[in-house]
């Protein structure tokens, strides 16, 4: 049976897609099927191609069967700035329903663990009335929170869980991510965050010179998304 899930984080930059592409990667080492999608993407690159983002290319290269690019990210922005200030000023429409038909095209290929990664965290504009957070609502999808070790991380993680917890949706797991090498108390921070956070810890990574996604997937227990 696939299992689909929403990946959010307790912050912008603090590894969403390096977690995203371990755990895809993680799955596909178990013999699963895989697929990935960044519904929105802000901070694209032209290339003889279009307008490509990095962490959508990450997510692409975990997805198998291969998916093409379009599928991965369907509505990419050049400006890396909140997605609903670079789709006014691109002149782009972004709507939670828009997204939500363009994840259905990804989840009719049935792979046996598909991951939608947000933008930020929980609560980014999409428009003037609706968030990022609507897709997964609109979709049921159980949610993985990324947690950016570093201060201030126990209130956003905290916070995080019920804003989710209040639209409704399951929190599936969360990941411990080191983002600032110079935390203080690291192991004090994250044994609150194990005695708060009702959901599997489904890692802990530190932080690391080339966090490519064989190297995190090591890091991380898949077995309780699949």
Same mark, same amino acid.
């Given at each position: 049976?696939? &299992? ?11 590894? &969403? ?7 895809? @990667? ?45 599928? $991965?990210?369907? $509505? ?15 002149? $782009?429409? %972004? ?29 980014? *504009? ?13 979709? &049921? ?17 905290? %916070?995080?869980?019920?804003?989710? =917890? ?9 990941? =411990?991510?080191?983002?600032? *090498? ?18 599997? @810890?489904?890692? $802990?990574?530190?932080?690391?010179? @080339? ?12 077995? *309780?998304?699949?």
């Amino acid at each position: 049976m696939s &299992k689909r899930y929403f990946v959010t984080g307790t912050d912008t930059e603090i590894g &969403k897609t390096t977690i995203a592409a371990g755990l895809l @990667c993680a799955a596909r080492q178990r013999g699963l099927t895989t697929a990935g999608v960044k519904p929105v993407a802000a901070g694209c690159e032209r290339t003889p191609d279009g307008l490509r983002n990095e962490d959508a290319l990450a997510l692409q290269g975990q997805s198998y069967p291969p998916l093409a690019y379009d599928l $991965v990210n369907p $509505v990419t922005l050049e400006a890396a700035i909140a997605p609903h200030i670079a789709a006014r000023e691109e002149q $782009v429409t %972004l709507t939670a329903k828009g997204l939500a038909g363009a994840c259905e095209a990804v989840f009719a290929r049935g792979a046996d663990l598909t991951l939608v990664e947000g933008a930020g965290g929980w609560c980014v *504009p999409l428009n003037e009335t609706e968030l990022l957070s609507d897709l997964a609502i609109a979709h &049921k999808l159980p949610v993985v929170l990324v947690v950016g070790m570093r201060l201030g991380c126990i209130n956003h993680a905290l %916070l995080s869980c019920r804003a989710i =917890a209040a639209d409704g949706l399951q929190l599936a797991g969360w990941v =411990a991510n080191y983002v600032d *090498p110079d935390m203080s108390r690291p192991e004090e921070n994250l044994a609150t965050l194990r005695h708060l956070i009702d959901a599997p @810890c489904l890692g $802990v990574v530190p932080r690391l010179a @080339c966090a490519d996604a064989e190297e995190v997937a090591g890091f991380l227990d898949v077995s *309780p998304l699949v």
